[in-house]
Structures are given as structure tokens and as C-alpha cells.
């Protein structure tokens, strides 16, 4: 890591130290989960709300060689309080290190090429498993893992993480921990000489490079143990779970993949003119990656307050908890986005849904409309509307 990076990240840290610190309601305004329900986030507290949309494949991110990670966090996008993602790409024999993190769980997806990864759980048991496009891997926090380049060619994928304040300062590197504690501690705590740690690194590597790894995984030190469940899911080899005159969506959460507890994960794919119609989500906060295509993502925030955005391929959107929205592809071409809760359960609520779900009367009333107008009104719910819009 160079060192403006290593400052970079050395004052990110030190923020994060003092936001530990807070308590009550400072604690509260910094974002601590515990408390977002009861505190207005100052963010969305003003008269205009703040964009949602985050380039992050034109952002420079971190490169080493022909590997990168970019990162979409509260310091990129200050309304993401919720969720950070991270854009990565490995270069064949590339390894993103050993690691941990220590305040976030990693959910992740994959784009293009191969990726192995290891990870080990607090029960001592360990899964290597590898992953082809569309597959989607889920780490728990904390727990320690790596992330390696299968094959000849790059690999490319999208870690979703479910806290908004993650970045780099919250990863634990293993060259970083190594080369930072005293040879005899280590000669104590590993039983080998000082001298045999002399040629170890002695600062963070991050991406370790290598030989192309082989095709069979190798065998852990300790031998196979598995896990109780498998961090291991492949959504789009599954059919969709619903397809509609519009477009199709996958959706993985905790009741198909069940070690993902604080994550779901959704692909929704857009025909051109389709609408993901109005909607919110009682539980969860959105964070959205477009695959391809282009869309226009509204943002609600009560109080007359209204904001558009227009996201292409790469960008990211942000949509806080409770807040009304909907995607719709503007494109000439297929529309696909990525999409992450940080909650295992996905709850939605969409506006068709919610009308239909009341008498005639009581619309009429509330609209100051006609009986006869309100039941023109779709008679379902509508989650994805075509170009030319629902039937009845």
C-alpha cells in the first residue's frame, strides 16, 4: 500500500475509533443500527434530499498491478449509512489476503471469470468452494477468509457489506497482523524459530500474487471439517423466483441460503420501458449496482420532497430504510441491477398492493375521487409494470 493510502486509511480509522467512543445520542447521529429507527438521520433531515447515485466504476479505488477493489461507503456516499459495496477484480494468480472484518458481514456476487475462496468459522471448521458467474458467496462478520483468482483470466465481483461505515480500516490483514508483532511472540505463539518469520512481509499486502492456483482445491493444515452450512449459493442457476411482463427477478435470503442472516440478494432484470413499480421496504435499507443497461431510480421522503436519479452501468443507487421508490429501465436494451438488503428476510410493500388492499369508499374519500375512477385501479398488486403499463 502506498503511502497516502496508508494515511487515507490510518484517518479513517482513527474517525471510526472516536465514533466508538459516542454514546447516547451523538452514538445515535453516527449511525449506530440500534438507533436508526428513533433518530433522524441529519442526512435526510433537510428541505432537498441528497443524491443516492455513486459512479463507482469511474472511481479510482485501490490498484495493485492488475487487481482493484473501489468502494462505495458513507465517505463516497453519506446516505448510505446502511450498506457499503465494494467493486473487485482480481488478476489471474491474485489473492486478496487472509482477512477479516470485524464490523461487517460480506455478501458477494460474481460477474465474470472464477473465484475460489477459504473461510473459517468460530467452530474451527473451514470451506473452500468455487464460484462461476452468478454465483453469490455470504461470510458472517468476523468470520476470517480469503478470496483468489481461479484459471487464466481475471475474475470480477461485488462484495455487499451490511454496515455503511465499512471500509478498508475495518478489514484484519493477515501480513498486516504478522509483520506488526514481535518475532518472539510469534516463535512463542507458532512454536518456530524468530529467524523463520525474517523474510515474512512486513506490512499489509492485500493482493498477494502467485502461481495460478490448481484446478482441485488443496487440503487444509488441519484436514476437511465443514461447516454446519454452506457460505456457498448459486443464484442464477436457479429459475427466476417470478417472472413478469417486464422482466424477471432472482432473490436469495436466509429462508434458500440460510447462513445469510443479515443480507438478501436480488438480480432484477428490466425490459426495455418496464417499471419496478412504487414500493418500500419496512425492514431493510436497498443498495443497487447496475449491471447493464440504463435506469431512473425515484426517491420519496415525505414532505413533498422528490428526487430522480439516472444510473448507468456501474453506478450505484441508495435507497435508506422506509423510503419509496421505484427503478424503471430508460434504455433501449435489457436493464440489470443488483440488488442488497442488509436484512436475511426481504419485505416489500408495493403502492398497487396497498390500494388494492382497500375498500372502494375509502379511496374515493381519501382521493376526493369518483367510485367509478377508483375502480380503474389495478386489483392486485403490480410489482413490475411493462412499458405500456398494467392491465387492470
Known amino acids: ?20 467512543t459516542l454514546s447516547g445520542p451523538q452514538q445515535a447521529a453516527a449511525g449506530d443500527p440500534s ?9 435526510l433531515a433537510e428541505k432537498e434530499l441528497p443524491t443516492f447515485k455513486f459512479a463507482l466504476e469511474q472511481s479510482t479505488g485501490k490498484v495493485i498491478g492488475g ?16 450498506i457499503a459495496g465494494v467493486s473487485m477484480k482480481l488478476e489471474p494468480g491474485a489473492m ?32 473452500t468452494n468455487d464460484f ?10 468476523g468470520h476470517g477468509h480469503m478470496l483468489q483468482c481461479l484459471g487464466d483470466r481475471p475474475c470480477h465481483f461485488i462484495l455487499i457489506f451490511d454496515n455503511g461505515y465499512f471500509s478498508e480500516f475495518g478489514t484484519f490483514s493477515i501480513t498486516d497482523w504478522i509483520g506488526h508483532t514481535p518475532k518472539p511472540l510469534l516463535a512463542k505463539n507458532f512454536g518456530l524459530p524468530e529467524q523463520a518469520f525474517d523474510s515474512f512481509p512486513k506490512d499489509e499486502v492485500y493482493f498477494a500474487r502467485g502461481k495460478i492456483p490448481p484446478e482441485k482445491p488443496s487440503v487444509p493444515l488441519q484436514g476437511w471439517k465443514p461447516p454446519a452450512q454452506t457460505h456457498k449459493y448459486r443464484l442464477l442457476s436457479q429459475k427466476p423466483i417470478a417472472t413478469f411482463a417486464g422482466g424477471r427477478e432472482w432473490r436469495v435470503d436466509s429462508s434458500r441460503f440460510p447462513i445469510s442472516k443479515t443480507v438478501t440478494g436480488v438480480i432484477l432484470d428490466l425490459d426495455p420501458g418496464a417499471l419496478r413499480t412504487l ?8 443498495w443497487q449496482y447496475v449491471i447493464d443497461g440504463q435506469v431512473s431510480v425515484t426517491l420519496f421522503g415525505s414532505h413533498g420532497r422528490f428526487r430522480t436519479e439516472h444510473l448507468a452501468k456501474g453506478d450505484v443507487g441508495y435507497i435508506p430504510q422506509g423510503y419509496g421508490h421505484s427503478i424503471e429501465n430508460v434504455g433501449t436494451t435489457k436493464a440489470r441491477i443488483l440488488i442488497g438488503f442488509n436484512s436475511g428476510t426481504y419485505e416489500s410493500i408495493d403502492l398497487t398492493q396497498w390500494i388494492a388492499g382497500n375498500p372502494v369508499d375509502v379511496l374515493a374519500t381519501n382521493f376526493g375521487q369518483t367510485a367509478e375512477l377508483v375502480e380503474k385501479f ?5 410489482f413490475v409494470a411493462p412499458k405500456d403499463g398494467p392491465g387492470k
Open 67 to 82: 487487481s482493484f477493489g473501489k468502494e462505495a461507503t458513507v465517505t463516497q456516499l453519506p446516505i448510505s449509512k446502511g
Open 35 to 43: 438507533f436508526m429507527n428513533n433518530v433522524p438521520d441529519p442526512a
Open 279 to 286: 414500493h418500500w421496504h419496512p425492514n431493510a435499507d436497498e
Open 132 to 141: 462461476d458467474p452468478g454465483d453469490v458467496w455470504y461470510f458472517p462478520r
Open 96 to 127: 486478496r489476503e487472509l482477512h477479516w472484518h470485524a464490523t461487517a458481514a460480506e455478501w458477494a456476487f460474481v460477474l465474470e471469470g472464477r473465484v475460489r475462496t477459504t473461510v473459517i468459522d468460530p467452530q474451527g471448521a473451514s470451506e
Open 378 to 382: 389495478p386489483h392486485r398488486d403490480v
Open 1 to 20: 500500500m502506498s503511502d497516502p493510502h496508508r494515511r487515507e486509511f490510518l484517518t479513517a480509522a482513527a474517525g471510526i475509533a472516536t465514533l466508538a
